[in-house]
């Protein structure tokens, strides 16, 4: 089946240490979006792709890096760097930029540093 | 600045009743408004997008209505189930920027009782 593919579901990390969260998709989408989401607030955009090789900084992308080396992955790695990274991330894609068409959300990674 | 506010920030209905949710915007200018709903610790689904001259667009029991000039947008839920408790957002994009541009409510929490 077509979708978005989040792993893993649940992470529990140490403070200092990095995190890398996998998205990938079959739906043969040229953008992607990293999202995050805490309790009480709307989504928040962290970083966002729109072709392989070419990612733009989204409204809170300190602390986070990314990469677009194939379409069908977007890969997150949380640094030490950010400052409270206990939170629900979402990875997203859409056919024609989210600004136009319908975004695919996958299942959301649980992040929870000890 | 562009915002998008939801009320009420939660709900809790009786299981067969109907309800209605709220989304006014600021956002400007307008491109298409969309709502979907997120189970807890789930991905958000899409359940409506609407352009500038979609007054009403309809998904089985969920109804979506948009006035473009008071920039009001509601989601009324007809004959409630125990499945449709949830967080419904309300998210708003805009016309030219970033494909990124998309502004997000934070989200309105019904809880469906038997």
């Known amino acids: 089946d077509g979708g978005i593919t989040q792993s893993p579901k649940y992470l529990f990390r140490k403070e200092g240490q990095n995190v890398t969260l996998s998205c990938e998709q079959n739906?043969?989408?040229?953008?992607m979006y990293w999202y995050r989401q805490d309790p009480g607030q709307g989504l928040r955009l962290i970083y966002y792709?729109?072709?392989?090789?070419?990612?733009q900084k989204g409204d809170i992308a300190e602390g986070y890096s990314v990469s677009r080396e194939k379409k069908e992955s977007f890969p997150l790695t949380v640094t030490s760097a950010q400052k409270n990274p206990t939170a629900f991330y979402l990875c997203?894609?859409?056919?024609?930029?989210?600004?136009?068409?319908?975004?695919?959300f996958g299942e959301g990674s649980r992040l929870t540093v000890l | 600045k562009n915002q998008v506010e939801q009320s009420p920030q939660s709900l809790i209905i009786l299981e067969g009743k109907n309800c209605t949710l709220q989304?006014?915007?600021?956002?400007?200018?307008?491109?298409?408004l969309r709502w979907y709903k997120q189970d807890t610790g789930r991905g958000p689904v899409s359940l409506t997008i609407?352009?500038?001259?979609?007054n009403t667009k309809s998904n089985g029991r969920y109804t979506a209505t948009l006035d473009a000039d008071t920039k009001q947008s509601s989601l009324h839920i007809t004959a409630s189930q125990l499945s449709d408790s949830a967080s419904y957002i309300c998210?708003?994009?805009?016309?030219?920027?970033?494909?990124?541009?998309?502004?997000f409510g934070k989200g309105t929490k019904l809880s469906v009782k038997p």
């Open positions: 792709s729109q072709i392989v090789n070419d990612f």
């Open positions: 989304c006014n915007y600021t956002v400007s200018p307008f491109s298409n």
């Open positions: 998210v708003v994009s805009a016309r030219g920027g970033s494909q990124g541009n998309l502004i």
């Open positions: 739906l043969n989408h040229d953008a």
């Open positions: 997203a894609s859409a056919d024609q930029g989210a600004r136009v068409g319908e975004l695919f």
């Open positions: 609407m352009t500038f001259s979609e």
